[in-house]
């Protein structure tokens, strides 16, 4: 099969061997393809290498043979945002998300756009623990396994004030009012699962955003299969700006 003139974003690349880079990119019509890129080494071939980089925008040709396409070319489509600190960590924790849970060849477009927003929001320096959290929601979405954020598991609207357990397999739990601080810490508010149902620019207040992050973790951890991410040892909780 031939993959003529598709847009993508690039994921991840490493070496092989010695002149060649194996790639993973988020197509817009193919979904997740890995793309053998061959001969990408010297001086001759730095406009292609930099065009493979992670995060980078580009519209690629290959040949689809077994697991891999083999690469015919690759173009940028614009410049990579040039990330530092936390924003370059949030943007390698997405890449680890797509890259684990979107499986190849399954055509997502909502996933690729999705991807492309939070990509404008890292270059944007909007608030990363917020950008995260909506394209947590976005990925489930698309993978057709996305809960009801404006009702429980039981049907009733959600309670702004109340504190709910997101179970991946029925939607939002509301939590009884004896538990312990350790499981309401642990547990988001309505008021966040509303905000993030609503998708607003505008974030949950700041004591909020962590245990509306603790609840998609377990949502997504699920979904991984018990396994968790590298990233997640690496980021500690990105404070909001």
């Keep these: 099969m031939r993959i003529e003139d598709e847009s993508a974003f690039v ?3 490493r070496h092989w061997r010695e002149t060649s880079l194996l790639v993973e990119v988020l197509t817009l019509h193919h979904g997740r393809v890995g793309l053998l890129a061959r001969g990408v080494q010297g001086e001759r071939k730095q406009t292609l290498r930099a065009a493979l ?3 980078q925008s580009i519209r690629f040709s290959a040949v689809q043979r077994g697991e891999l396409a083999q690469l015919r070319g690759a173009e940028a489509q614009d410049a990579a945002p040039r990330l530092q600190g936390d924003a370059m ?9 797509v890259l684990r849970l979107a499986p190849r060849h399954d055509p ?3 996933l690729h756009s999705a991807y492309a927003r939070v990509r404008a929001r890292l270059a944007h320096d909007a608030p990363l623990a917020w950008s995260l959290r909506r394209f ?3 990925l489930l979405d698309a993978l057709g396994v996305g809960l009801d954020l404006q009702h429980d598991a039981d049907g009733q609207p ?7 357990r997101l179970d991946p397999l029925q939607g939002a739990r509301r939590l009884l009012s004896d538990r312990g601080a350790s499981d309401r810490n642990a547990a988001a508010t309505g008021g966040a699962l509303l905000a993030l149902a609503g998708d607003g ?6 004591g909020e955003l962590s245990g509306l992050r603790l609840s998609l973790r377990e949502v997504l951890l699920h979904h991984l299969g018990g396994r968790g991410l590298k990233s997640w040892d690496m980021l ?3 404070a909001p700006r």
């Design 11 to 13: 994921l991840h690349a």
């Design 53 to 55: 980089q992670p995060l």
């Design 89 to 97: 960590l949030a943007a390698f924790y997405l890449n680890e998300l």
């Design 108 to 110: 997502l477009p909502e």
């Design 136 to 138: 947590e929601r976005d």
């Design 158 to 164: 959600i309670d702004p004030a109340a504190r709910y």
């Design 201 to 206: 620019d505008t974030p949950p207040p700041v």
């Design 236 to 238: 500690r909780e990105l």
